[in-house]
């Protein structure tokens, strides 16, 4: 099934209402949960598509794609990675992504910082940490129990600015609320310890954004619900 451009455009439509709703019901302002199209294996004619109704930001999972479609689309359009990292890739990664939401180590942390502090970019690179919420489910992300002495090393890196946390949650809805309130949880207890910042908590996929918002989601990253089944790998 293949999804048409003004199926996009609906869709985009309709999941920005359904995230309003969510935090109308959750006695929250829509304008603190941004809706981040993860346009991951779908053509650039359906990013076109949302561009012209006024999206701006895209999120991506492979550096590969991230860079092809950026070369595509020109300046004017931002890029989120929200998928692994690996180290090899940084340098390619950082010259393109505004926004990096898979932080997740120090390897990685140090890569980025050699590679920003040698292009001396002046704005420091946003940053989230991903937290494994999920067990033994995913192999990417900080464990939990590891998230304050994690990012109390980030001060060594100048050039990342640490803005919040973000986590794949568990596919079982109760377990993914679980791993919801304890994310938000730990960004309480990086706010206290750190007296502010943390802002961003980057929860909620198209089967699950609901929740994430009820638990304090700033950030969701609809795939499905806006560009349809994705087609398989290549
Ligand atoms: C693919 C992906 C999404 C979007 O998933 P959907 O279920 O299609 O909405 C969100 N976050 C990450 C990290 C992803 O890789």
Redesign the pocket.
């Known amino acids: 099934m293949t999804v048409s451009d003004q199926q996009v455009q609906d869709n985009y439509h309709r999941v920005r209402g359904l995230v309003d709703l969510a935090c109308e019901r959750a006695g929250r302002s829509p304008d603190q949960v941004a809706l981040?199209p993860?346009s991951?294996?779908h053509p650039t004619s359906m990013i076109r598509a949302l561009i012209e109704i006024g999206c701006g930001v895209f999120?991506e999972?492979r550096v590969q794609e991230m860079v092809s479609k950026a070369t595509e689309l020109g300046a004017g359009v931002a890029w989120v990675l929200?998928?692994h990292l690996q180290r090899n890739k940084a340098a390619q990664a950082a010259g393109v992504m505004s926004q990096l939401?898979?932080l997740d180590s120090l390897t990685l942390a140090s890569a980025l910082e050699r590679r920003l502090a040698s292009a001396q970019t002046d704005t420091p690179l946003s940053v989230l940490i991903?937290v494994n919420t999920s067990g033994e489910l995913s192999k990417w992300g900080v464990q939990p129990d590891q998230v304050m002495s994690f990012t109390a090393q980030l001060a060594a890196f100048p050039h990342l600015a640490p803005r919040g946390l973000?986590t794949?949650a568990h596919p079982d809805p109760g377990l993914a609320e679980q791993g919801f309130a304890d994310l938000a949880l730990l960004r309480d207890q990086l706010r206290t310890r750190d007296g502010g910042g943390w802002e961003e908590l980057?929860m909620g996929?198209?089967?699950?954004?609901p929740a994430a918002i009820a638990h304090g989601s700033t950030c969701v990253?609809?795939?499905?619900?806006?560009?349809g089944?994705?087609p398989s790998a290549v």
């Open positions: 981040l993860v991951k294996f999120g999972n929200i998928g939401q898979s991903e973000m794949v980057s996929m198209s089967h699950d954004f990253r609809i795939g499905t619900a806006i560009f089944p994705r």
